[in-house]
């Protein structure tokens, strides 16, 4: 079965430092997919940045990347230059097929709390 | 405006008495799910759409019920609510859902419910 772990329950970061968010995941599926959300305190889901097991270059999105070791199965969130709007918990989340199914199945870890501190 | 939306945001209701909360989206997706989110849970899928007609059971699909007569909406239907159903449900669609890796999903702004 598919499994997503984030390790860290609440990170703390200075304003305009970086951080890391770690993820790592579990799957027997050659082809699945990583996504990273973002939900602020007001509580909707933010889709952020998505890489894909066969990508070979880690995805980007702005100020977002997606440091991928597939060796390791890990697929940590960076956040450059943090700043105070990125407080919010942050959600890990794989789209893979079960062992012997045909449907892709979204999974999500736990979450990260991260506050950013000015 | 592609957009997900999900009627009532806030819902406080009493033990047993049927509600429905409304999901529609106009982004012609086929996939529709819905979630529920618990502290220190993380997500869960209620139960998920392919297409119309077609609804499968998710993860954690006890309680409740769904259909899917428009590709639009998928509402979720809690026949007779108890205190455990206290959440805060999210509806979300997708192109293609569980038939790609790729796809990416959108969420509703979620619908919070107290049960009494």
């Known amino acids: 079965a598919q499994k997503i772990t984030q390790t860290q329950p609440g990170m703390f970061v200075q304003e305009k430092e970086a951080v890391t968010l770690d993820c790592t995941y579990d799957t027997s599926d050659p082809s699945y997919g990583l996504f990273w959300y973002k939900q602020p305190s007001s509580g909707e889901m933010i889709f952020l940045i998505y890489?894909?097991?066969?990508?070979?270059q880690n995805a980007t999105e702005g100020r977002y990347s997606l440091n991928f070791q597939k060796a390791r199965k890990s697929a940590n969130l960076v956040i450059s230059a943090s700043q105070l709007g990125d407080s919010a918990m942050y959600f890990c989340a794989m789209r893979a097929r079960d062992s012997g199914g045909s449907n892709y199945k979204l999974t999500f870890g736990k979450g990260t709390l991260l506050t950013v501190n000015p | 405006e592609a957009q997900v939306t999900q009627n009532p945001r806030y819902l406080i209701t009493v033990t047993g008495k049927k509600l429905t909360v409304t999901c529609s989206q106009n982004?012609?997706?086929?996939?529709m799910s819905w979630y529920r989110q618990d502290p220190g849970l993380g997500l869960r899928q209620i139960y998920y759409?392919?297409?119309?007609?077609?609804?499968d059971k998710g993860d954690v699909p006890e309680g409740y019920k769904v259909s899917r007569k428009e590709k639009r909406n998928f509402p979720l239907i809690l026949e007779s609510p108890s205190p455990n159903q206290t959440s805060l449900y999210f509806c979300?669609?997708?192109?293609?859902?569980?038939?790609?890796?790729?796809?990416?999903?959108?969420f509703g702004p979620g619908t919070r419910l107290t049960v009494l």
């Open positions: 982004m012609n997706h086929e996939y």
């Open positions: 979300a669609s997708s192109l293609r859902g569980a038939l790609s890796s790729t796809d990416t999903q959108y």
């Open positions: 759409s392919m297409n119309v007609e077609v609804t």
């Open positions: 890489q894909g097991s066969y990508d070979q």
